[in-house]
């Protein structure tokens, strides 16, 4: 058994045809440090149980945030708001931005330190109506292309704050052997602090990449 992933059952939703055999991360597998992560990430599967079925979309798009980046919910200490991304590494950390749109986020640190790696896109792979309703009928390749998108997307909310995504339970992360993308860095997006650090990762040549063309090439 490899050691990044462990084994779980079989996803009912997902034809005998074509079911992959998708793993659960394992805690001991993750890079220990935000940026390493952010890179670890790209390729792996988001699953999302839902009442209606299972959607599961694979990584192409993240972003890391430091504990000593202005940029980062974390830096001026912990808060009711913030305390999840304090966790141990792999719990999930999940806030409204502007009152609108919801942003899904793994901590990444020894628990204590506040960092963490923000989801920024997924390439729909199965419960894709699933995910259709949740945003309205939405094109395919624009499901969860973008933070705010992805969430929607996959019905997440504060109700998940804190969730581990290395355990069993209505949002974990996985990998199926086939996440060996080329990945391209660039500056983050949408930022007014530490606009300039380069700490967005892609999935190269992907469509359901976020952001202008000159960052997504």
């Given at each position: 058994?490899?050691?990044?992933?462990?084994?779980?059952?079989?996803?009912?939703?997902?034809?005998?045809?074509?079911?992959?055999?998708?793993?659960?991360l394992?805690?001991?597998?993750?890079?220990?440090?935000?940026?390493?992560?952010?890179?670890?990430?790209?390729?792996?599967?988001?699953?999302?149980?839902?009442?209606?079925?299972t959607?599961?979309?694979?990584?192409?798009?993240?972003?890391?945030?430091?504990?000593?980046?202005?940029?980062?919910?974390?830096?001026?200490?912990?808060?009711?708001?913030?305390?999840?991304?304090?966790?141990?590494?792999?719990?999930?950390?999940?806030?409204?931005?502007?009152?609108t749109?919801?942003?899904?986020?793994?901590?990444?640190e020894?628990?204590?330190?506040?960092?963490?790696?923000?989801?920024?896109?997924?390439?729909?792979?199965?419960?894709?109506?699933?995910?259709?309703?949740?945003?309205?009928?939405?094109?395919?390749?624009?499901?969860?292309?973008?933070?705010?998108?992805?969430?929607?997307?996959?019905?997440?909310?504060?109700?998940?704050?804190?969730?581990?995504?290395?355990?069993p339970?209505?949002?974990?992360?996985?990998?199926?052997?086939?996440?060996?993308?080329?990945?391209?860095?660039?500056?983050?997006?949408?930022?007014?602090?530490?606009?300039?650090?380069?700490?967005?990762?892609f999935?190269?040549?992907?469509?359901?990449?976020?952001?202008?063309?000159?960052?997504?090439?």
């Open positions: 058994m490899s050691i990044a992933c462990v084994m779980t059952e079989s996803l009912p939703e997902i034809s005998a045809r074509r079911a992959p055999r998708i793993r659960r394992s805690r001991r597998a993750l890079p220990r440090d935000t940026v390493a992560l952010a890179r670890f990430l790209i390729g792996k599967l988001v699953v999302r149980e839902l009442p209606g079925g959607a599961i979309g694979r990584i192409v798009e993240t972003e890391a945030y430091l504990a000593d980046d202005a940029a980062c919910h974390a830096h001026r200490g912990m808060t009711p708001r913030n305390r999840s991304l304090f966790l141990e590494a792999g719990h999930a950390y999940v806030y409204l931005c502007y009152g749109s919801y942003m899904l986020n793994m901590s990444s020894s628990a204590g330190i506040g960092a963490g790696v923000l989801l920024r896109a997924l390439e729909p792979l199965h419960g894709i109506e699933l995910m259709r309703r949740a945003r309205k009928g939405a094109a395919i390749a624009a499901l969860a292309r973008g933070p705010g998108r992805l969430a929607a997307a996959l019905k997440v909310d504060r109700r998940l704050d804190g969730v581990d995504l290395l355990s339970g209505p949002l974990w992360i996985g990998c199926d052997g086939r996440g060996n993308l080329d990945i391209g860095q660039s500056v983050r997006i949408g930022l007014t602090k530490a606009a300039d650090a380069r700490l967005r990762f999935a190269r040549g992907s469509p359901y990449v976020s952001g202008p063309k000159r960052l997504r090439p």
